[in-house]
């Protein structure tokens, strides 16, 4: 089956302890990238990826980090958490950015 | 800049009643646009996009989209909501701003809750 695969799917930790959100697509596509929800402000762009080691940054890359060593990984770092991080986040990939397929989340409390 | 509104934060429907969730939206050139829904604890799901051609556009679950270029509009639609509709509803449009190149991004708007009532 198609999917984006997001790990884990709950996450609380504690401000300053290193975390990292993995992200994992099956369908051979070039271009992925995370999204952050918060109520009232729809979803955020935080980093995004065109391709192998291409990176770049959204919308609001501050406090993250990404890497794409491998086409099919995309991991979401954050080296520092801070509380005003949590949040509902996502993961999409796309092929030609027609169409994009979306992660089922991953919820974040940082206290 | 390129955005996307949504100009209702809930929209409020009789199950079987047709229901409308607005979108409009500002680009620079030709839009490329998508509904996704979004079910509580549940990712994000694809509705439908318009990328060219008709301005009618079907999608699952019985929704359709009415692309609208001089009214800067893409409204959802269905014409017979049912309760199991309930749920948040996103509008986006692909950034493919000038400055960026072609960068792929979605832009959302913030979102409508549906609410269906029996």
């Known amino acids: 089956e198609a999917q984006v695969t997001q790990n884990p799917r709950y996450l609380i930790t504690v401000t300053g302890k290193k975390l990292t959100v993995t992200c994992s697509q099956n369908?051979?596509?070039?271009?992925m990238s995370w999204y952050r929800q918060d109520p009232g402000l729809g979803l955020r762009q935080i980093y995004y990826s065109m391709n192998v080691e291409v990176t770049d940054k959204g919308d609001v890359p501050e406090g993250y980090k990404v890497s794409r060593k491998e086409k099919r990984n995309f991991p979401l770092i954050l080296e520092s958490p801070s509380p005003n991080q949590t949040s509902l986040y996502f993961c999409?990939?796309?092929?030609?950015?027609?169409?994009?397929?979306f992660g089922s989340g991953t919820r974040l409390t940082v206290v | 800049a390129q955005s996307v509104a949504q100009p209702e934060d809930q929209v409020n429907v009789a199950e079987g009643n047709p229901l409308t969730v607005k979108c409009t939206y500002s680009v620079s050139g030709n839009p490329y646009l998508f509904w996704y829904v979004q079910y509580p604890n549940r990712g994000l799901q694809f509705l439908l996009k318009?990328?060219?051609?008709?301005?009618l556009v079907k999608g699952s679950y019985g929704f359709e989209a009415e692309f609208n270029k001089s009214q800067t509009s893409f409204h959802l639609k269905k014409p017979s909501a049912l309760v199991s509709d309930s749920a948040l509803y996103f509008c986006?449009?692909?950034?493919?701003?000038?400055?960026?190149?072609?960068?792929?991004?979605?832009?959302f708007g913030q979102g409508t809750t549906l609410q269906v009532k029996p």
């Open positions: 999409a990939s796309s092929l030609y950015g027609n169409g994009y397929t």
């Open positions: 318009y990328i060219t051609g008709d301005n």
């Open positions: 986006a449009v692909r950034d493919i701003g000038l400055r960026s190149g072609n960068t792929g991004k979605l832009i």
């Open positions: 369908m051979n596509h070039e271009y």
